[in-house]
């Protein structure tokens, strides 16, 4: 047994973290290579390698799913999930050559704890064992445990089969889950298994600073990525009043956007995380005198029950506030300075925008330069979609000053497994396990609120609403491949049970080792256990 200690769980996890599986790089193949290899020295694989599976997405990348089948001659199955991606390095800073060494990281910052920050040293200096580094968090910890559940479930621990499934991209676009779909259909078919429940072991993420609650959660937040894209009206810096700038034009609509708690929705005592800009440029490409004619953003923003279409009206109402106060700014430095001018700033969404310019320049034409921009593409999702806003507004220049609402990839679904009888009999078996075994309060919740490959896993009442909606409102040609995955419908209850740690995606990502690999290891295999018994 190679992964059950404490002490083998944290080597298990620096194995992991050293690879650099970045998303979109080649540690992502690595990292899926090494335990596909670790697997395979295991007498159950070499004795059964058909139960492991490598599928290839698209581009290359590799997602793993692994099978373990009971003796027991039992169709049921849980599902372990994790991703296995993990965010850019940069923040680290001078640290970055470290990022990927949780050992040497930590030490470093035991010897030289005035370089973190209060809270970060705090936790470093107090009893608990805790360990820095990319990716211990989120989700490598996670991936960590269900090895040492696969090895477990080979030692004959519970009455029904095991799959650990790894992904890539979940930090991206969730390729590697949408995939997976496919994959776990194909072994359900060729195995004549039944899918009771999907356990990810995301951690548990602070619903406010300084939170030390523990928290379980029966599902996962939507998220959509709306863009903003504002068409000024150029002209030179010495005669500003001639025009209107896209940067003005985009600070307004980012004054009414940015943490707007307006925008955020409530279902019970959940609140979803405000929305928050994760784009935000003008797209003036070389430095002149010319005022910037064109600026986009994007936002982050999250859903459980609101469809799209419901927001899609909030978001108009937000740029109406922000065309009013566009145009009041701009008319009130104009009588400032003793000119006279002023600005109608449309408000369009894309679908209006391509039928305007369809009606300008006809349908052929408008596909002629989205092929010709499609054949010569080099920009990811976000940019592109950008890109071919930016052009349908070039032909529609008459209709500026405007803003025009749009949607770019990534969608995910909000799901939730709230009513199911056995996740929430796994959820009130966890929580007892944990209060009485170790004196832990357990708060459930419908909605993990990190967003995460669970969406894809389970079934969104909005589901054709919202992607009739998007479908319209993207401009991407994949769009439609972007939603395949209904063609593949996996609707699995599910739950989250996983560990703590604090500051996911900054340079301060840390695990408490102590919890994670000391006590949730044994109530993770609890909670399995149960489940078969309950299911």
Known sequence: MRWQTKDQLESCLCDLVKFKSISGTEGEIELIEHVQQELMTDSYFKNNPEHIYIDLLDDGRKLLAALVKSKKQTSKTIILLSHIDVVGIDDYGSFKDLAFNPKKLTDHFKKHPQQLPDEALKDLTSQENWILGRGTMDMKAGTTLHLSMIERAINEEWDGNVIILLVPDE?????????????????????????????????MFRQFPQDEQKYLYTGSLGKVLPGFLCYGKETHVG?????????????YLNINLELNTALTEQVGEEVTPPPISLMNRDLKEHYSVQTPLTAVSMYNVLLMKQSVQSLTKQLFDTMRKAKSQI??????????HNH????????????TLYNEAVKRHGINEVNRRKEVLTKNRSHGDRDFSTLLVQDLAYLCKDLAPMMILFYSPPYYPAVSSQGDPLVESVGERVTQVLSEHYQYKVKTLNYFNGISDLSFIGEDPNMESNLDTLYHQMPLDERSGLFSYLKEKVEVPSINIGPVGKDPHQWTERLNVDYSFGELPDVLADAIQFAFKNS
């Open 171 to 203: 930090e991206v676009n969730s390729a590697g889950m949408l995939k997976a779909r496919e994959t776990l259909n194909r072994i359900k078919a060729e195995e004549s298994l039944e899918y009771i429940l999907c356990i990810n072991s995301e951690p």
């Open 239 to 251: 005669e500003p009043f001639n025009g209107l700038n896209a940067n003005l034009m985009l600070s």
């Open 327 to 336: 145009e009041s700014h701009f008319e009130s430095q104009v009588q400032a």
């Open 340 to 351: 006279t001018n002023s600005f109608d700033v449309k408000i369009l969404d894309y679908k």
